[in-house]
């Protein structure tokens, strides 16, 4: 059974839409992050699915269960849906329990089953022995935990999590993202988790589902969406791809024989790839200084610690920039030139 289908769902403020005949099928089960850029309407996404907003086009199923379509428009309230914002929302007055089991006092549920059900979430996140306390007596970790179980004690079948990570510092985040890939494996529940931090989605999710200007523009597996990016977008913004224009030459098993600048170097390319002017994605781990490659020239280098990272500038490219990874060892100087073999590298598709 699917977790959550997405059918051409459209959502317009005024003339332009927000979200843009998105379609998506986010299966039982499955932890699918929704990552773009600020503004390309992942959290208008999440409160259509939500129910917070009507949809102008397009259906919205969760389970077996139609939730939305134009003129049918199943409320928040009744879609079984828990969601986790990044401001915890959570009353400074009650305890932690008192927060937790704030869902089931609404919905008139009292009593042992009331207890045994706070207990077992916050049994979940961590925080068995926590009940008492303040929302102000814990760290912003705990919070967030408090804000996890609060969701999770209505049993949603779906979860939406929309950048719930975003307030806390770096060394806290990552902890969370184990404790979120743990709570996701001990729950089983659907999830769909909206973000901005490309890291984060890439730690967490089975899939990720790329949106830029309203629409959907690749979902794949982190590895594959890193290595075969569909677009130039997703080229750049995943992993910081560069992207460059190549002359595809020739192509023999899923291999491109490309022209770049004044080198040749083979890629990888989708079946069905032709002849002809493409953009390609080259990663720091596929381009070496040195060889018969690319002249270039160095125009900034700078330490990472452990290695030095290069941007260098194709002498036959001048508009493209390329990332190079270099160990131990001499470091060039901004202005030096340096030649750059390509082993590796991804011919976009739909830059045709
Ligand atoms: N209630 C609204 N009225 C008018 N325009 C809106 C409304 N909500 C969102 N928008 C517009 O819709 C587009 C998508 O916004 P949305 O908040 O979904 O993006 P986002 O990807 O979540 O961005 P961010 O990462 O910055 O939160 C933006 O251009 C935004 O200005």
Same mark, same amino acid.
């Given at each position: 059974?699917?977790?959550?289908?997405?059918?051409?769902?459209? +959502?317009?403020?005024?003339?332009? =839409?927000?979200?843009?005949?998105?379609?998506?099928?986010?299966?039982?089960?499955?932890?699918?992050?929704? $990552?773009?850029?600020?503004?390309?309407? +992942?959290?208008?996404?999440? %409160?259509?699915?939500?129910?917070?907003?009507?949809?102008?086009?397009?259906?919205?199923?969760?389970?077996?269960?139609?939730?939305?379509?134009?003129?049918?428009?199943?409320?928040?309230?009744?879609?079984?849906?828990?969601?986790?914002?990044?401001?915890?929302?959570?009353?400074?007055?009650?305890?932690?329990?008192?927060?937790?089991?704030?869902?089931?006092?609404?919905?008139?549920?009292?009593?042992?089953?009331?207890?045994?059900?706070? /207990?077992?979430?916050? /049994?979940?996140?961590?925080?068995?022995?926590?009940?008492?306390?303040?929302?102000?007596?814990?760290?912003?970790?705990?919070?967030?935990?408090?804000?996890?179980?609060?969701?999770?004690?209505?049993?949603? @079948?779906?979860?939406?999590?929309?950048?719930?990570?975003?307030?806390?510092?770096?060394?806290? %985040?990552?902890?969370?993202?184990?404790?979120?890939?743990?709570?996701?494996?001990?729950?089983?529940?659907?999830?769909?988790?909206?973000?901005?931090?490309?890291?984060?989605?890439? =730690?967490?999710?089975?899939?990720?589902?790329?949106?830029?200007?309203?629409?959907?523009?690749?979902?794949?597996?982190? %590895?594959?969406?890193?290595?075969?990016?569909?677009?130039?977008?997703? =080229?750049?913004?995943?992993?910081?791809?560069?992207?460059?224009?190549?002359?595809? $030459?020739?192509?023999?098993?899923?291999?491109?024989?490309?022209?770049?600048?004044?080198?040749?170097?083979?890629? %990888?390319?989708?079946?069905?790839?032709?002849?002809?002017?493409?953009?390609?994605?080259?990663?720091?781990?596929?381009?070496?200084?040195?060889?018969?490659?690319?002249?270039?020239?160095?125009?900034?280098?700078?330490? +990472?610690?452990?290695?030095? @990272?290069?941007?260098?500038?194709?002498?036959?490219?001048?508009?493209?920039?390329?990332?190079? $990874?270099?160990?131990?060892?001499?470091?060039?100087?901004?202005?030096?030139?340096?030649?750059?073999?390509?082993?590796?590298?991804?011919?976009?598709?739909?830059?045709?």
């Amino acid at each position: 059974m699917a977790g959550l289908v997405l059918d051409g769902v459209t +959502k317009r403020f005024g003339q332009a =839409a927000a979200v843009d005949r998105v379609g998506l099928a986010v299966a039982n089960g499955e932890f699918l992050a929704v $990552l773009g850029p600020s503004g390309c309407g +992942k959290t208008t996404l999440l %409160r259509l699915i939500a129910g917070f907003e009507q949809v102008d086009g397009g259906s919205i199923t969760i389970g077996d269960r139609l939730v939305s379509a134009p003129r049918h428009h199943v409320p928040a309230e009744r879609r079984r849906v828990g969601i986790v914002f990044q401001s915890y929302a959570l009353w400074p007055h009650l305890t932690v329990a008192g927060n937790v089991g704030y869902p089931l006092t609404v919905a008139g549920i009292r009593g042992q089953a009331y207890e045994a059900r706070v /207990d077992a979430a916050l /049994d979940l996140v961590g925080l068995a022995g926590y009940g008492a306390r303040r929302p102000a007596e814990l760290s912003g970790g705990q919070r967030q935990r408090v804000a996890l179980a609060r969701c999770l004690v209505m049993e949603p @079948s779906l979860v939406l999590l929309d950048e719930p990570l975003a307030n806390l510092d770096v060394h806290l %985040r990552a902890s969370m993202e184990d404790e979120f890939a743990a709570f996701h494996a001990k729950t089983g529940a659907t999830m769909v988790y909206i973000t901005h931090d490309q890291a984060e989605a890439m =730690a967490l999710a089975d899939r990720i589902a790329v949106m830029d200007g309203g629409r959907i523009v690749q979902v794949a597996p982190p %590895r594959s969406l890193y290595a075969e990016p569909e677009t130039p977008m997703v =080229a750049g913004f995943i992993g910081k791809g560069a992207v460059v224009e190549v002359t595809v $030459l020739e192509v023999e098993d899923a291999r491109a024989l490309v022209r770049i600048g004044d080198a040749t170097a083979r890629l %990888r390319c989708r079946a069905g790839t032709t002849a002809g002017p493409a953009l390609a994605c080259l990663r720091p781990e596929g381009l070496v200084p040195g060889g018969e490659g690319l002249a270039a020239t160095v125009r900034r280098a700078t330490y +990472k610690g452990g290695a030095t @990272s290069l941007e260098v500038v194709p002498d036959a490219l001048p508009d493209a920039s390329l990332p190079l $990874l270099i160990g131990d060892g001499p470091v060039p100087e901004p202005g030096a030139p340096l030649r750059v073999s390509v082993r590796d590298g991804w011919v976009i598709p739909a830059a045709r």
